[in-house]
Antibody
Framework: EVQLVESGGGLVQPGGSLRLSCAAS????????MSWVRQAPGKGLEWVAN????????YYVDSVKGRFTVSRDNAKNSLYLQMNSLRAEDTAVYFC?????????????????????WGKGTTVTVSS | DIQMTQSPSSLSASVGDRITITCRAS??????LNWYQQKPGKAPKVLIY???SLQSGVPLRFSGSGSGTEFTLTISSLQPEDSATYFC?????????FGQGTKVEIK
């Protein structure tokens, strides 16, 4: 079964750091972009970051730029999110997700990405 | 950043009803629009990608339409298991953003 399993969440003080991991199984990990998405308690979904198959391209939401770093180890089928300078507003469930690609005709011009496999999430709480 | 606005924020409907959720983008996004369903305590599940393509395994009562800035998710005959929150999300450019969600309740 295609699966993503997050780990590494926990309670951390403001200003602290945490590293989340996401283990992928039963699909060819190095063929996919991968994303992190978070959900604050009782709130909606917020896309946080994603990373290209070979790690050469990374994108972030503005609120985490300079504090969070997404990375991957294709040999270990793993995705990571290093979170530094954590703030109370970073408190959330963090999901990793697989970015799948649908080509609408000409794949050179029409590349539709969507997140089709999700982990169950890991909870990060930033509080003193 | 592209803002995604859903309406309504919540709705209550009966089993068998046809319901429609609207998602508007703050700028044109072509067909780069996905829909997700999320049940409490669970991860989101993709229903529709590229505005109108049905994800494998998703019931045919779900459909998506629209392009440019206005999109809709329709459930043709609401079922009890469709009680959930629905989110739209664009993948036109980074950062990807989600709508605020529409909570669907069964009367």
């Amino acid at each position: 079964e295609v699966q993503l399993v997050e780990s590494g969440g926990g309670l951390v003080q403001p200003g602290g750091s945490l590293r989340l991991s996401c283990a992928a199984s039963e699909f060819t990990f190095n063929r996919y972009w991968m994303s992190w998405v978070r959900q604050a308690p009782g709130k909606g979904l917020e896309w946080v970051a994603n990373i290209k198959q070979d790690g050469s391209e990374k994108y972030y939401v503005d609120s985490v730029k300079g504090r969070f770093t997404v990375s991957r180890d294709n040999a270990k089928n793993s995705l990571y999110l290093q979170m530094n300078s954590l703030r109370a507003e970073d408190t959330a469930v963090y999901f990793c997700a697989r970015d799948s690609l649908f080509c609408g005709g000409d794949c050179l011009y029409y590349q539709y990405y969507y997140m089709d496999v999700w982990g169950k999430g890991t909870t990060v709480t930033v509080s003193s | 950043d592209i803002q995604m606005t859903q309406s309504p924020s919540s709705l209550s409907a009966s089993v068998g009803d046809r319901i429609t959720i609207t998602c508007r983008a703050s700028q044109t996004i072509g067909n780069y629009l996905n829909w997700y369903q999320q049940k409490p305590g669970k991860a989101p599940k993709v229903l529709i990608y590229a505005a109108s393509s049905l994800q494998s395994g998703v019931p045919l009562r779900f459909s998506g339409s629209g392009s440019g800035t206005e999109f809709t998710l329709t459930i043709s005959s609401l079922q009890p298991e469709d009680s959930a929150t629905y989110f739209c999300q664009h993948s036109y450019s980074s950062p990807w953003t989600f709508g605020q969600g529409t909570k669907v309740e069964i009367k």
